[in-house]
């Protein structure tokens, strides 16, 4: 066996301890070879390279990076040494080995996302993740300065997940060329056998920030807004595969990654369902650490009850109009439900971009009821043409304030996820019987709420604390006095001495109501 | 060959027009031969028979009926000569043959019901089948007086479609023993291998019945509400299968025969999913006509994306409270949507049967203009225990004679059904673009409608006539003058001198707009 004949490369390295390579349980190792330049290395050269530890046996497949350079990655899931070993077509890439370390993950280091509590998502390492989305479609493709920008706005945001296309994006507002393209050659006569190494270095540089910030990175691998003017949308069925598994190559270390096979993938006329359940299937397969896959949709509904579909991801423009729409779909697909598309806050005349700050809050309140998540996007129009929702910039809306709010309430909400209390029958209160209760009275304005709660998981006796919520104005304002279950009938209890909460009678009221011991 | 040895027996024959058998097209033929009585014919004799007419093959599955006599029921699906061949185990059934004629059908004879424009149904001759149910689950169990005395309230009731079971029920309200049982034996004791002739005789006599009062029977294989009271709820595999089969052998040929897997079918504990999907399997493969196949769920929504399933029956107790709700399933499963239990008319404790008879109807509307379909029940606690949702009898709630007047109004509308106008934006507007529109105001006042449409389908130009629907009155006020489009924007057309329609301000008022020419 051969040493890697490059150096190793350790990306998002916390601690280099000793000899031996070391890299963080979920972070990125990378290995470098030198092979061959000439012919067409990205279908000629074969790479692949086997991790192991202990029992375990993970087959990774690497890619030509450009200039005589190779690479393999790959995201350690356990602690402790892993070895590998390459098998190539070419004996200068076949055979290499080498060894590294897997350390403890950093504080900020809590792994991959998957799927958790049926309905709701986890980090590798335990912790809730409480999906708060936005989208940047094209954030990438708008040079350095605008990209900079951009993640400054996300770093002081609410969102833990952003929508971002691979492919440049041309639709109104967005006229621009990016920089960088993935393959060799001009628009519609791309050599799509070459890939342009350039861009992808752009792309994972990007990725990596994202990583940085604490953002879990939602793929979109295809998308319809194109039509032909670069060609992205309309390759053929070889290319789309070829493309699919050099990015899987590319970025599946990546813990960050969420695999989403398209936006509006039924916009895209050219491909039929049985292409999109073949691009899954690739992605699925190529995959060595199962990243969550999704596609969103334009107005026809993929199948999500595929096998092969982790979690739903829905355009819906009215789904979340109120929390029992939100939740209809929990029962039936029995995954985790994103709403990545419900309009837009923003001003420009289109009906998908018009909504109010205190609708898009709405909204995201009315999924979090549902037992749901939402995604967020802003199209305020602006002389620059620069929308949040596609290009990135600035945030200039009111309600990301507001969803950092709704963000607290999630983070110090029950791990196991907000549910509906009492499905079917009262569509405004959600949490986990027993223990934690949120309450959302949307744009009714109550001024009293008599202490009642469904009875599952309640006993006479128990003791309740009471806060009321503004979700608009961003207030949490306890309630004096703790309220004692006492059951009242077949289906509530009430409190023993009959008590209310005095309410402001305002809009985008919520009760948080936490057992005290 | 042999010709049968037993009479040919013809029910739902209309005529008899030659010494040739003659039986209407989609109704029902059968041959009677005599068998085996010894044994038990029931698993040892085995039945088919080969229809054909020209190139057309239909293989048929015959039944035993006790006493040594054997049937073999079919259902020809176009007209013409038919002849037929018997192939058994047993020589004495083996290789009869014999032909009929299938005639014209009579006027009320439609054929049986299947799905058509994706989200509707139409009968085999092309008529539009619009979905108003009802629900008595254990009707036929109830005895004579009572069975006569539901056929007499169904024969004045809107309802076009019945929910109904084969097994008897054990459950609230419910304690009665029926006069016939499936099988031979005792509660628990059955001899699952022997059924009972009489009980089957029964049944048909009732779906007989009911064809003939043009009701569709759902016919439910498998329900819960027995808990091992007399444990058809818990047979073992080889039982249900082969209760599958004899059911389906027997009744298939009825044109007017739904299949429902089962009422709750996931509070069947002792099945898993695998068993739901053998069962969709088994009555698939037996069936020659391919019915209408569904299950409806108590909390988990099976999953109808499956290709077994022809339509969506659902149970939820708020899917129909808006017609946004409704209609969100539509893009999810892209199947007909039946909404069979959205809570009953009714006023027992119970939460799923005290809905006002406002509410039932405010429900039914809500379905329609969200383009999916609604069933209706009645529990009106009563003395005597006879309650509608069950055991039939008479109907004493308000919701039946407002629903007459809503499947009026469906049976005036255009064949292709009922959809969404514009959908995400508007969900109170249903119809054929640029020919029929509904407009429904729910539980809202409006004392105005400013006449206003979506673009699809319209121009400048066009005339409209407009009438007033009161859908709890059942009152039709036509408004005097005609209204006449004209582009307002990017999305809507108004009328050309900016008409509105005068409205009296009341709850469940809807509008029926209609194209003149």
């Given at each position: 066996m051969k040493a890697p004949l490059l150096v190793l490369l350790l990306l998002a390295?916390?601690?280099?301890?000793?000899?031996q390579p070391t890299v963080e349980r979920w972070g990125l190792f990378e290995a470098g070879f030198t092979g061959p330049s000439t012919g067409n290395p990205f279908t000629d050269v074969a790479l692949k390279a086997t991790f192991t530890q202990g029992n375990a046996s993970h087959d990774v497949t690497g890619f030509y990076d450009g200039g005589g350079k190779y690479f393999v990655r790959f995201m350690p899931e356990t602690i402790g040494e892993w070895r590998f070993v390459t098998h190539s077509n070419r004996p200068e890439l076949d055979g290499s080995s080498g060894t590294f370390t897997a350390v403890a993950p950093s504080a900020a280091n809590h792994g991959p996302v998957s799927v958790a509590h049926t309905f709701h998502f986890a980090y590798a390492d335990g912790t809730p993740f409480r999906q708060v989305g936005t989208t940047c479609y094209a954030w990438i493709h708008q040079g350095d300065a605008r990209e900079e920008q951009t993640l400054k706005t996300l770093a002081s945001s609410p969102f833990n997940k952003l929508r971002m296309c691979i492919f440049p994006k041309f639709y109104e507002w967005n006229k621009n060329d990016p920089a960088y393209f993935p393959f060799e050659g001009t628009a519609n006569h791309w050599d799509t056998t070459r890939f342009n190494p350039e861009f992808f270095h752009h792309l994972e540089k990007r990725l990596a920030q994202l990583r940085d910030l604490g953002i879990e990175a939602d793929l979109i691998l295809f998308h319809p807004y194109d039509k032909g003017h670069w060609g992205f949308d309309r390759m053929d069925a070889a290319s789309d595969d070829r493309y699919l598994r050099y990015v899987v190559a590319r970025l599946a270390a990546f813990r960050h990654v969420w695999w989403s096979m398209a936006n509006e993938y039924d916009f895209m006329k050219e491909k039929t369902e049985a292409d999109w359940d073949r691009f899954f299937h690739i992605v699925q397969s190529s995959d060595p650490y199962a990243h969550l896959r999704s596609i969103h949709n334009g107005s026809k509904i993929y199948n999500h009850t595929q096998p092969w579909v982790t979690h739903v991801s829905i355009q819906d423009?009215?789904?979340?109009?109120?929390p029992e729409r939100a939740m209809l779909l929990r029962d039936v697909y029995r995954k985790p439900i994103v709403y990545d598309e419900v309009k837009y806050e923003g001003d420009i005349p289109q009906r998908w971009g018009k909504l109010s700050a205190d609708e898009m809050v709405f909204r995201f309140w009315n999924g979090l009821i549902g037992g749901t998540y939402v995604g967020h996007g802003e199209t305020y129009a602006n002389a620059d043409e620069i929308l949040w929702w596609s290009k990135g910039g600035v945030l200039k809306g009111q309600s990301p304030a507001r969803l950092a709010f709704l963000r607290k309430v999630m983070d110090e909400s029950p791990a196991e996820g907000i549910d509906p209390i009492d499905k079917w029958q009262d569509e405004n209160t959600a949490g986990k019987a027993g223990e934690y209760y949120l309450i959302y009275f949307g744009k009714s304005t109550p001024k009293e709420w008599p202490f009642t709660l469904y009875k599952d998981a309640l006993k006479d006796g128990q003791k309740f604390q009471v806060e009321i919520l503004d979700t608009w104005a961003m207030t949490v304002t306890p309630v004096g006095s703790t309220f004692t279950t006492k059951k009242r009938d077949n289906y509530f209890f009430e409190d023993a001495a009959k008590k209310s909460v005095a309410l402001p009678g305002k809009p985008y009221l919520a009760l948080r109501i936490r057992r005290v011991p």
């Open positions: 390295l916390s601690q280099i301890a000793s000899a423009g009215a789904a979340v109009g109120d």
